[in-house]
């Protein structure tokens, strides 16, 4: 056994049955610690030699291996919130079960914890599938998340919304209610990316969350927000202009008479007109800049319009009237 002292630090000098010389620092002022480390390196490197067993990955070795692979995920913020909670509760991967997760999501709610989850599945899939360093990967379960109502405004609401909050969120505002798109995007749209001759502006798909560029149609109620916005800013087209703390938010849904409306449902309002002014869903995916198509079917029953002519076809089979002994219809 070899463990020596450089400094303040211990280091741990051993050779592996195939003649590999691993020497490296403890990390640690602890002798009795040190050796410890020394001791358990040492039979974790006999057994992956000599009886062929994987050697034991630290979670945060497959953490950071997984942010530098992922690093052009749009959601990569939302993993690295995953990563640090479950760094506190993991030192090896082969620690993780299906029980010990379970538990340790059971005070998170739904969402929160499926966005955990299908993190965690995702990084050990990869570390059965393609890195090779688990055996592998327990079945994670994802909860069951009940389906909420799309929140959407009314114009008149919308209106009111915009006339409650300060001068500086406004533009923004009515510039993603015209246009669909996300907060960010909205915030930092460069000049460059906008032609007012065409009558157009465009996402990169660096700044898009699908990763695919997005066309952005401007009807004259987003062209009227960008005449608004010239000649403020060089480079950004609503520079000094950002979205409303949550303070400042919630006075003024309150002045406006609204509960239970984010930011983000400026978007779902936009998509919500649109399906019930009879945009057909394949056009609206696009302008949205969604994946899929099940992501836009939640609006779909906005826009009945086109349904009502087969809803008449059976108007003259029962007809009703205010007393029950007066009732006539046929069956067909």
């Known amino acids: 056994m070899s463990v020596r002292k450089r400094g303040t630090m211990w280091w741990i000098d051993f050779t592996t049955p195939s003649g590999q010389r691993v020497r490296q620092s403890a990390q640690t002022t602890d002798r009795k610690a040190a050796v410890e480390l020394h001791d358990r390196l040492k039979a974790e490197m006999w057994r992956v030699e000599r009886l062929g067993h994987k050697q034991r990955r630290l979670y ?143 996402i990169h798909a660096d700044q898009a969350k699908a990763r695919r560029a997005i066309s952005v149609p401007l009807n004259e109620a987003a062209m009227a927000v960008l005449r608004e916005q010239q000649g403020r800013h060089q480079t950004l087209v609503f520079a000094g202009q950002k979205r409303p703390d949550s303070k400042v938010w919630r006075k003024a849904l309150e002045r406006a008479g609204l509960t239970n409306f984010r930011w983000h449902d400026l978007r779902h309002t936009w998509a919500s007109w649109h399906a019930q002014a009879g945009t057909p869903m394949q056009v609206l995916q696009e302008m949205g800049g969604w994946e899929t198509a099940e992501m836009v079917r939640r609006y779909a029953h906005l826009g009945a319009e086109h349904l009502v002519e087969h809803a008449k076809r059976i108007s003259g089979h029962v007809t009703f009237s205010s007393h029950p002994s007066d009732f006539s219809g046929t069956a067909g």
């Open 60 to 202: 945060d070795e497959a953490a950071a291996r997984w942010l530098k692979e992922r690093a052009h995920k749009a959601s990569i913020r939302n993993d690295a919130t995953a990563i640090a909670f479950f760094r506190e509760h993991f030192k090896y991967l082969d620690e993780i079960t299906r029980d010990k997760v379970d538990k340790l999501l059971t005070d998170k709610s739904s969402a929160t914890a499926n966005r955990y989850v299908a993190f965690l599945r995702a990084m050990l899939r990869l570390a059965e599938r393609e890195w090779e360093w688990i055996d592998r990967a327990p079945v994670l379960r994802m909860r069951q998340e009940s389906k909420r109502r799309i929140r959407w405004l009314t114009p008149q609401e919308a209106a009111e919304l915009i006339a409650s909050i300060g001068e500086k969120h406004r533009n923004p505002m009515r510039f993603a209610l015209s246009t669909g798109l996300r907060m960010g995007n909205v915030l930092g749209l460069e000049w460059r990316q906008v032609d007012l001759n065409r009558g157009c502006a465009w």
